[in-house]
């Protein structure tokens, strides 16, 4: 049998649900597309997507846990690339201060949300350079091809 399927959405549980939906439109452009409230306020659900794309980030609320969740070493993360102006785009997160980690080697950099799940951010495929990425482009795109054979070699 050959399962054919595709990325729906992925998950990150938070602390204050209004402060992330505020920082994924400001950082990424995501808006909110779906929303589920538990009958009692139990736990609240946030879908935020960009127009016409069928992926979803899933923010959940739990009124349990106002704790810090344990995220680990941070090694699972999500990627996003953007359009436009990388450099414009990256100078835009720092002075957010959510940048938390660039390889300028490898061209890339993270950013971390309020409850610090960390973003990688790429340019768009077919975006223009920096003149100043063309010397990192290869090594980009060879990281690319490394993540995609599952071997992932960011943050070395």
Not at 29 to 36: I, P, R, S
């Amino acid at each position: 049998m050959e399962i054919k399927s595709h990325f729906d959405h992925v998950n990150f549980n938070v602390t204050d649900l209004e402060r992330s939906i505020r920082f994924y439109d400001d950082a990424l452009g995501l808006k909110k597309v779906g929303e589920v409230n538990h009958p009692d306020g139990a736990f609240k659900i946030v879908f935020l997507s960009r127009p016409g794309e069928s992926f979803k980030l899933e923010l959940t609320w739990l009124r349990d846990h106002p704790q810090p969740y344990e995220l680990g070493d941070n090694e699972s993360h999500l990627c996003m690339r953007v359009e436009g102006d990388y450099d414009a785009v990256r100078e835009y997160h720092r002075a957010m201060g959510c940048v938390c980690f660039e390889n300028h080697e490898m061209g890339l950099y993270f950013i971390n949300d309020p409850d610090d799940y960390w973003i990688e951010i790429l340019p768009a495929k077919d975006s223009q350079v920096s003149e100043a990425e063309n010397s990192s482009c290869s090594l980009r795109n060879e990281a690319d091809d490394q993540i995609q054979l599952g071997l992932d070699s960011c943050g070395e």
